[in-house]
DNA sequence: TCATTTATGAAACTCTGTTGCAATAGTAAA
DNA sequence: TTTACTATTGCAACAGAGTTTCATAAATGA
């Protein structure tokens, strides 16, 4: 989808830095943190823009939250149809030690656990780490 | 163990301020960070003596890194006989939302997960969320 | 006890992320 | 198109997590 449209449709108005961001994230199959982001940006803008920039589209739902061992927070285009109120990311994240790559296998789901009893489970995140396609 | 054991086994001196964090690791069920052990320890270490114990932990197979969407890293207490070669650690961690506490559920094991061909898995994580025993 | 090696404390630093506030730009209605 | 309103931006200042360097202190084994 064109990126003006999904950020209407998402109640986000139309700015430049959101655009350009969102472009990024359209570019790239796997996850982005915000250093990664603020480097592959042409025009600067400034730091706490793009942090803002992030935050509104994790809460409006275009973006996901990507769990990965690393000290930064990374995030991940959704591919269905998440809002502020409901994000459906419940796919497998795999992260290469080799390209340092995680990317969302989005075809995978999690499997469900077992867990002991009085354990209640609302949500679950799961992560492979190993050699992807690329560089397998 | 005894605490002085399980640091020679381990290749590590027996000194005041690994004695003292390991002690708070075996004091809690569930995963501690930086920040939660510099608070809870009674004499004052130094913040960077902290940071290397525990990476010295981390290194020798005392303690595992508990992945978390908190911002900061959290670490527990290895069961079985890791090394510096090769942790043991592939049981699933729990993350009460009511607490926050995050916790091993050791006798639970990842389900193995069929990725698409190319990707090889050396490693998995599974973090669930939700309400723990002592909360529910 | 002594020599050697490893650990610690202190200071300075980097990187990530947040907050308050004034200036600016987007939007929808006139 | 112009206006008025509200959301967004840039800037500065801040807080927290984690690292590096180096001189001093403590642990270990001889
Ligand atoms: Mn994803
Ligand atoms: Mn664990
Ligand atoms: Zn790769
Ligand atoms: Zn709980």
Excluded: W
């Excluded at 989808?1 to 209407?8: D, G, V, Y």
């Excluded at 480097?39 to 409006?60: A, M, P």
């Amino acid at each position: 989808m064109e990126a003006p449209l999904i950020l209407s449709n998402h109640d986000l108005r139309n700015t430049s830095a959101r655009l350009a961001v969102l472009g990024i994230f359209q570019k790239y199959t796997y996850a982005l943190s915000h250093s990664n982001i603020e480097k592959e940006l042409q025009k600067d803008f400034d730091r706490v823009t793009i942090y803002r920039t992030i935050h509104s589209f994790l809460d409006k739902g275009i973006v996901h939250k990507v769990m990965d061992d690393s000290e930064s927070a990374k995030y991940a285009l959704c591919v269905d149809e998440c809002s502020s109120d409901h994000h459906h990311d419940n796919h497998v994240h795999f992260k290469c030690s080799k390209c340092g790559n995680s990317e969302c296998l989005n075809n995978i789901q999690i499997p469900l656990t077992n867990l002991p009893s009085g354990y209640i489970a609302t949500e679950s995140n799961l992560l492979i780490e190993g050699v992807c396609k690329a560089c397998s």
